[in-house]
């Protein structure tokens, strides 16, 4: 069965730091691009960084120079670094394959951004 668990949010400060971690089934992370969406409050969810197989990162615009995306192919585990952070960036986080298979949704960690 396939499984992803995404951690590592919370509350955070506008200009802070927070690292988000997605654990994911072997089955699917070895042969995938993996990629970290969000939704925000009465928003569509979108794909905010994805990476290949090879490790090759794309960023959408509105998170690029701020979130850094890697992948630790023997953890199979993808992570996310979120600097520089700003109350737009409040949502709950996913991780899943890219294209998304909506059969893989996990229960996603929510990141506040507020003073």
């Known amino acids: 069965q396939v499984q992803l668990v995404e951690s590592g949010g919370g509350l955070v400060q506008p200009g802070g730091s927070l690292r988000l971690s997605c654990a994911a089934s072997a089955s699917i992370f070895s042969v995938n691009a993996m990629g970290w969406y969000r939704q925000a409050p009465g928003k569509e969810r979108e794909l905010v960084a994805r990476?290949?197989?090879?490790?090759?990162?794309i960023y959408a615009d509105s998170v690029k120079g701020r979130f850094t995306i890697g992948r630790e192919n023997a953890k199979n585990t993808i992570n996310l670094q979120m600097n520089a952070v700003k109350p737009e960036d409040t949502a709950v986080y996913y991780c899943n394959t890219v294209p998304n298979y909506p059969g893989y949704w996990g229960k996603g960690t929510l990141v506040t951004v507020s003073s």
């Open positions: 990476i290949t197989t090879s490790s090759y990162p």
